[in-house]
């Protein structure tokens, strides 16, 4: 079946860096994306892997390893800001196939970070 | 822009009334989603469209009725309101790739808060 597993909660010191993994089970792939949801805030995109490897972008970076299922996002320079949910979501097919719009989620990571 | 936006922001109903979700794009994206979110359960899609006067079902549909007469638009609707449709109700929107393995974001409205008495 399909299946998005992320840690419920992490706690991190301000300055520090933290990775929150992410691991999924489905029929398919066509990309990973990491949201950053704020409580009672709509969930933000952050950033998306379709391709091995890593993607950079400022602070934050995620990872992808198709053949092990597996995703982390890397958050440095911890801020206070950053306390937030992180949400894992898969695309299991193709962006225009028909019957595959829904992008499967993860139940979210929530992170504190602490002074 | 104003991006995505939902009205109302929060509402109370009693048990078997109706209401109708308005979600609004101003970014000319063809998909748009609702979604409901709720604690321990994740955000669910409840309906969504791939374009103007088209919608299909999510994975948790009933209960909702949707609508999108106007490519900006998508409208969600709850006929007899139960409790168990408390939840706070987010819409999403994003533009259809115009290559396979383009990436598809979807950007979130600020989600309306229902509260089923």
């Known amino acids: ?115 | 822009n104003a991006g995505v936006t939902q009205t109302p922001k929060f509402r109370v109903l009693k048990t078997g009334q109706s209401m109708t979700l308005l979600c609004a794009q101003d970014m000319n994206h063809e998909y748009m989603y609702w979604y409901r979110q709720d604690p321990g359960m994740g955000l669910r899609l409840i309906h969504y469209s791939v374009g103007e006067g088209t919608t299909a079902k999510g994975e948790v549909p009933d209960g909702y009725n949707v609508s999108r007469l106007k490519k900006q638009n998508f409208l969600l609707g709850l006929e007899s309101a139960a409790p168990s449709q408390t939840s706070v109700y987010f819409c999403a929107s994003s533009h259809r790739p115009w290559t396979p393995v383009l990436q598809e974001t979807q950007y979130f409205g600020p989600g309306t808060r229902l509260l089923v008495l």
């Open chain 1, 1 to 115: 079946g399909q299946n998005i597993d992320q840690p419920t909660e992490m706690t991190a010191t301000e300055g520090a860096i933290v990775q929150i993994n992410c691991t999924y089970q489905t029929s398919g792939f066509n990309g990973l994306f990491w949201y950053q949801q704020h409580a009672g805030e709509a969930p933000t995109f952050l950033s998306y892997n379709v391709l091995d490897g890593l993607e950079e972008k400022g602070r934050f970076s995620s990872f992808l390893s198709r053949s092990k299922g597996y995703s982390y996002l890397l958050l440095k320079e911890l801020q206070m800001k950053d306390s937030a949910s992180y949400l894992c979501a898969v695309r299991e097919g193709y962006p225009n196939a028909g019957n595959n719009r829904k992008l499967i989620w993860g139940l979210g990571t929530s992170l504190a970070v602490n002074p």
